[in-house]
C-alpha cells in the first residue's frame, strides 16, 4: 500500500466543443513550438492550437496523476484501488466526490438543466444528479449569461420556444465580471455565453438536458439532440438566480481566505497567496487545489515540485504538512466536501460575521 501523504498533481483532460476556443488564457499558454518548455509544466500535455477546446476537466476518472506514488495512475483506478485513502472515511460513493472543470466559450452554449438526485435515481441508471457552481475567472465587456426564468414563465411557455429555437428571452439575463460566484441548484435553466472563462464545481456526474440548442450542429455536422420531455419535467419556473453572492473574507499569514460558496455536494474557497502558506490536511477529508493564477512551488518534507496556472493538486486526507511558496502571486481554488456546521455556519461566531451574509453563501 503506497504512503498517500504528499499533495498529489493531476493531469487536464480537454474536450472539444463546437462553442469552444483555441486561446484557453489565463490558465493554459500552448507555446509554440520554438518556445522552450516551462521547466514547472511537468507532464502537461495541452491540446493543439487549432482545436476548439470548450472544457478542461480536472477531477475526471480519465485525469492522470503526474507525481507522487500514484504516478500514470488514473483518479478513476486509484478511486476504485484506495476508496477512504483519497475520500475520506465518510465518503461512500464509488468515484471522486466532486467534478470539476474549466469551461472557456466563444459561441453560446445551449439552453440546458440538470436533473436533481431523486430524478436521476428514476430516470438515469441510479445516476447522481447535478448541483453546480459557476466562478468568474474571466468576462470579456459584454460577456452574459442566462440563469433562471423571467417572472411568470410558465413550462408550457418554455417549450414553445424551445420548439421555435427562440427560448433566450424568456430568460433572466446577466453580465458577470470576474470574481463572481454563482450556484445552479437542480432545475434551474441556463446558458452561458461567449467571452467567459469560468470554473465549476459539481457532483460527480454529467447528466445535462438540453432544451434548445439555436437549430445548430455538432463536431459531426448532426443536429444535437434535445432532452425537451426530460428536461421540463425537471425544469422548476420559480427558482431564483443564485447569484452575486456576498464576500465572505477574512486575513490569513499568507494574504487572504474567501469563502465562496457551500452545499451538501462541495464547497469552495479562494486563496490568495502573497508569501509562504503552510498547511496541515485535514485528516477527514481529501481537499483539491486548482492553480487558477500564478507561479511557485509545493513544498513537502520529501522535496518540492513546481506548480502554475492551470494545475490541479488533491491533497490526500491527513497528509504530511506542506507548503505552497509562491514565485508569483497566487491564486488557488480549493474544493472539498464540508462540514456545513463545522466549517461555515460557525463563521459568524468565529470570525464575525452577519449571519445573514453566511446562510446566502450555504445552500443545504
Given at each position: 500500500?503506497?504512503?498517500?501523504?504528499?499533495?498529489?498533481?493531476?493531469?487536464?483532460?480537454?474536450?472539444?466543443?463546437?462553442?469552444?476556443?483555441?486561446?484557453?488564457?489565463?490558465?493554459?499558454?500552448?507555446?509554440?513550438?520554438?518556445?522552450?518548455?516551462?521547466?514547472?509544466?511537468?507532464?502537461?500535455?495541452?491540446?493543439?492550437?487549432?482545436?476548439?477546446?470548450?472544457?478542461?476537466?480536472?477531477?475526471?476518472?480519465?485525469?492522470?496523476?503526474?507525481?507522487?506514488?500514484?504516478?500514470?495512475?488514473?483518479?478513476?483506478?486509484?478511486?476504485?484501488?484506495?476508496?477512504?485513502?483519497?475520500?475520506?472515511?465518510?465518503?461512500?460513493?464509488?468515484?471522486?466526490?466532486?467534478?470539476?472543470?474549466?469551461?472557456?466559450?466563444?459561441?453560446?452554449?445551449?439552453?440546458?438543466?440538470?436533473?436533481?438526485?431523486?430524478?436521476?435515481?428514476?430516470?438515469?441508471?441510479?445516476?447522481?444528479?447535478?448541483?453546480?457552481?459557476?466562478?468568474?475567472?474571466?468576462?470579456?465587456?459584454?460577456?452574459?449569461?442566462?440563469?433562471?426564468?423571467?417572472?411568470?414563465?410558465?413550462?408550457?411557455?418554455?417549450?414553445?420556444?424551445?420548439?421555435?429555437?427562440?427560448?433566450?428571452?424568456?430568460?433572466?439575463?446577466?453580465?458577470?465580471?470576474?470574481?463572481?460566484?454563482?450556484?445552479?441548484?437542480?432545475?434551474?435553466?441556463?446558458?452561458?455565453?461567449?467571452?467567459?472563462?469560468?470554473?465549476?464545481?459539481?457532483?460527480?456526474?454529467?447528466?445535462?438536458?438540453?432544451?434548445?440548442?439555436?437549430?445548430?450542429?455538432g463536431l459531426d455536422g448532426k443536429p444535437r439532440p434535445l432532452h425537451l420531455k426530460k428536461g421540463l419535467e425537471v425544469t422548476n419556473p420559480e427558482l431564483p438566480p443564485c447569484r452575486n453572492l456576498p464576500r465572505i473574507v477574512v486575513r490569513e499569514p499568507f494574504g487572504h481566505r474567501r469563502y465562496l460558496v457551500a452545499s451538501r455536494y462541495f464547497a469552495v474557497?479562494?486563496?490568495?497567496?502573497?508569501?509562504?502558506?503552510?498547511?496541515?490536511?485535514?485528516?477527514?477529508?481529501?481537499?483539491?487545489?486548482?492553480?487558477?493564477?500564478?507561479?511557485?512551488?509545493?513544498?513537502?518534507?520529501?522535496?518540492?515540485?513546481?506548480?502554475?496556472?492551470?494545475?490541479?493538486?488533491?491533497?490526500?486526507?491527513?497528509?504530511?504538512?506542506?507548503?505552497?511558496?509562491?514565485?508569483?502571486?497566487?491564486?488557488?481554488?480549493?474544493?472539498?466536501?464540508?462540514?456545513?456546521?463545522?466549517?461555515?455556519?460557525?463563521?459568524?461566531?468565529?470570525?464575525?460575521?452577519?449571519?445573514?451574509?453566511?446562510?446566502?453563501?450555504?445552500?443545504?
Amino acid at each position: 500500500m503506497p504512503k498517500l501523504n504528499t499533495p498529489l498533481k493531476l493531469s487536464p483532460i480537454f474536450k472539444p466543443k463546437i462553442w469552444g476556443r483555441s486561446d484557453l488564457y489565463p490558465l493554459f499558454d500552448r507555446p509554440e513550438n520554438d518556445e522552450p518548455a516551462n521547466p514547472s509544466a511537468q507532464n502537461r500535455a495541452l491540446p493543439d492550437k487549432d482545436e476548439l477546446i470548450g472544457e478542461a476537466w480536472i477531477t475526471d476518472d480519465s485525469s492522470r496523476f503526474l507525481s507522487g506514488p500514484l504516478a500514470e495512475m488514473t483518479l478513476g483506478e486509484a478511486s476504485n484501488k484506495f476508496r477512504s485513502k483519497l475520500y475520506g472515511a465518510n465518503w461512500k460513493g464509488g468515484r471522486f466526490p466532486i467534478l470539476a472543470k474549466y469551461l472557456f466559450t466563444s459561441d453560446w452554449l445551449s439552453v440546458q438543466v440538470h436533473p436533481d438526485d431523486r430524478y436521476a435515481r428514476l430516470h438515469e441508471h441510479g445516476s447522481l444528479g447535478k448541483c453546480e457552481m459557476w466562478y468568474v475567472l474571466h468576462a470579456a465587456p459584454k460577456a452574459e449569461f442566462l440563469l433562471g426564468l423571467k417572472p411568470n414563465t410558465t413550462r408550457e411557455m418554455l417549450r414553445a420556444a424551445c420548439e421555435k429555437g427562440a427560448s433566450q428571452d424568456l430568460f433572466q439575463r446577466f453580465h458577470p465580471k470576474a470574481g463572481e460566484v454563482v450556484f445552479v441548484p437542480p432545475g434551474t435553466p441556463h446558458a452561458l455565453g461567449p467571452g467567459l472563462v469560468l470554473f465549476e464545481a459539481e457532483q460527480n456526474s454529467d447528466i445535462t438536458y438540453r432544451l434548445d440548442d439555436y437549430g445548430r450542429v455538432g463536431l459531426d455536422g448532426k443536429p444535437r439532440p434535445l432532452h425537451l420531455k426530460k428536461g421540463l419535467e425537471v425544469t422548476n419556473p420559480e427558482l431564483p438566480p443564485c447569484r452575486n453572492l456576498p464576500r465572505i473574507v477574512v486575513r490569513e499569514p499568507f494574504g487572504h481566505r474567501r469563502y465562496l460558496v457551500a452545499s451538501r455536494y462541495f464547497a469552495v474557497e479562494e486563496l490568495a497567496i502573497h508569501k509562504a502558506a503552510h498547511f496541515t490536511p485535514p485528516a477527514e477529508r481529501a481537499e483539491t487545489l486548482a492553480i487558477v493564477a500564478g507561479e511557485g512551488r509545493v513544498e513537502t518534507a520529501a522535496g518540492w515540485l513546481g506548480y502554475q496556472a492551470g494545475d490541479a493538486w488533491l491533497v490526500p486526507p491527513g497528509a504530511d504538512r506542506y507548503m505552497l511558496a509562491p514565485t508569483e502571486k497566487t491564486r488557488v481554488l480549493k474544493f472539498y466536501i464540508p462540514d456545513l456546521e463545522g466549517d461555515f455556519r460557525r463563521l459568524r461566531s468565529r470570525r464575525g460575521f452577519k449571519s445573514a451574509d453566511v446562510k446566502k453563501i450555504l445552500f443545504a
